[in-house]
């Protein structure tokens, strides 16, 4: 088995991905010498194939464009290397960055680079990270710094584990935090550079942006779904409690079949979020079992 699997989705990253795969075969050569750099060319039109072969990496083309994440699962499947380093492919990441991340691997699960404050972005995406940083932070009950980062090491069983879960779009590398703060592994931050990215960005803000609210919703129902159902819940009970309180007193009414029927709801809606935490915690239950034996294994 090797010791490092580097892998970069692109598409149409034809002007670039040549020198990323040079510069990562760079620092990894003073690294470490069992390696392998993946290009999962996710159905390009240009000579990205052939500019990331000529440059010495692994290709795997998929026959047409399915999405960055589709690209990602793709590399994980076909990685050897015990640990995995996930890279983007238009010349945002410093492939110099890649030793820091694979150093803390020693002592934790998960490395991701959190863009600093210097990295080159664009507002409205900052202000649009700092949204998703705090709902994350809120489902996880620990403090995420960069929720959608995707410059990331983590142990290749652990990628595996929580394949199936992943969106085939640029949500990877929101699912893939929130399951592994989720499932209790261990996660740190390490503060990177990021750099202008070349060409043209594959992410629409709006449409994408929605994409990432919602996987953030469906992961936390998903993981930890009292975190999404006690908010609801109580909310609907307030109106329902308050609501009432202001017809008996203001307007000298009854209290309301409307008051009743929003408190009996909230009810039901509590009650649906405790069966469900009970249900997402016997299926991690469950999965721990061929995770831990696979993890034996691979030792």
Same mark, same amino acid.
Not at 1 to 11: D, G, H, Q, T
């Given at each position: 088995?090797?010791?490092?699997?580097?892998?970069?989705?692109?598409?149409?990253?034809?002007?670039?991905?040549?020198?990323?795969? =040079?510069?990562?075969?760079?620092?990894?050569?003073?690294?470490?010498?069992?390696? /392998?750099?993946?290009?999962?060319?996710?159905?390009?039109?240009?000579?990205?194939?052939?500019?990331?072969?000529?440059?010495?990496?692994?290709?795997?083309?998929?026959?047409?464009?399915?999405?960055? $994440?589709?690209?990602? +699962?793709?590399?994980?499947?076909?990685?050897?290397? @015990?640990?995995?380093?996930?890279?983007?492919?238009?010349?945002?990441?410093?492939?110099?960055?890649?030793?820091?991340?694979? /150093?803390?691997?020693?002592?934790?699960?998960?490395?991701?680079?959190?863009?600093?404050?210097?990295?080159?972005?664009? !507002?409205?995406?900052?202000?649009?990270?700092?949204?998703?940083?705090?709902?994350?932070?809120?489902?996880?009950?620990?403090?995420?710094?960069?929720?959608?980062?995707?410059?990331?090491?983590?142990?290749?069983?652990?990628? =595996?584990?929580?394949?199936?879960?992943?969106?085939?779009?640029?949500?990877? !590398?929101?699912?893939?935090?929130?399951?592994?703060?989720?499932?209790?592994?261990?996660?740190?931050?390490? !503060?990177? =550079?990021?750099?202008?990215? #070349?060409?043209?960005? +594959?992410?629409?803000?709006?449409?994408?942006?929605?994409?990432?609210?919602?996987?953030?919703? @469906?992961?936390?129902?998903?993981?930890?779904?009292?975190?999404?159902?006690?908010?609801?819940?109580?909310? #609907?009970?307030?109106?329902?409690?308050?609501?009432?309180?202001?017809?008996?007193?203001?307007?000298?009414? $009854?209290?309301?079949?409307?008051?009743?029927?929003? #408190?009996?709801?909230?009810?039901?809606?509590?009650?649906?979020?405790?069966?469900?935490?009970?249900?997402?915690?016997?299926?991690?239950?469950?999965?721990?079992? !061929?995770?831990?034996?696979?993890? +034996?294994?691979?030792?």
């Amino acid at each position: 088995m090797l010791e490092i699997s580097v892998i970069i989705p692109a598409f149409n990253e034809g002007s670039i991905i040549a020198a990323i795969v =040079r510069g990562v075969r760079a620092v990894l050569d003073a690294y470490s010498p069992s390696y /392998e750099v993946l290009v999962i060319d996710d159905g390009s039109s240009d000579d990205t194939a052939a500019q990331a072969r000529s440059a010495g990496a692994v290709v795997y083309s998929h026959p047409y464009n399915i999405g960055n $994440g589709a690209a990602v +699962k793709s590399g994980i499947r076909l990685a050897q290397g @015990k640990f995995l380093v996930l890279m983007d492919g238009d010349g945002q990441h410093d492939p110099a960055d890649i030793p820091r991340l694979l /150093e803390k691997l020693e002592t934790f699960d998960m490395v991701v680079g959190a863009r600093s404050n210097s990295s080159k972005r664009s !507002p409205h995406r900052t202000v649009a990270n700092l949204i998703y940083n705090c709902l994350a932070t809120y489902i996880c009950s620990r403090r995420i710094q960069d929720l959608t980062s995707g410059y990331r090491a983590l142990k290749s069983s652990i990628a =595996r584990r929580y394949l199936y879960l992943l969106p085939n779009t640029f949500s990877y !590398p929101t699912t893939i935090t929130l399951a592994v703060v989720r499932a209790g592994h261990s996660l740190v931050y390490i !503060p990177i =550079r990021t750099r202008e990215r #070349m060409g043209e960005s +594959k992410i629409r803000v709006f449409k994408d942006g929605l994409r990432f609210l919602g996987i953030i919703v @469906k992961i936390a129902t998903l993981f930890s779904p009292f975190k999404i159902f006690l908010p609801v819940s109580a909310f #609907m009970f307030l109106t329902g409690l308050f609501y009432g309180l202001y017809r008996i007193f203001a307007l000298d009414g $009854g209290y309301g079949p409307t008051s009743g029927m929003l #408190m009996t709801i909230s009810v039901v809606i509590f009650m649906v979020g405790l069966v469900s935490e009970q249900v997402a915690q016997l299926r991690f239950d469950r999965s721990e079992v !061929p995770y831990n034996q696979e993890d +034996k294994e691979s030792h």
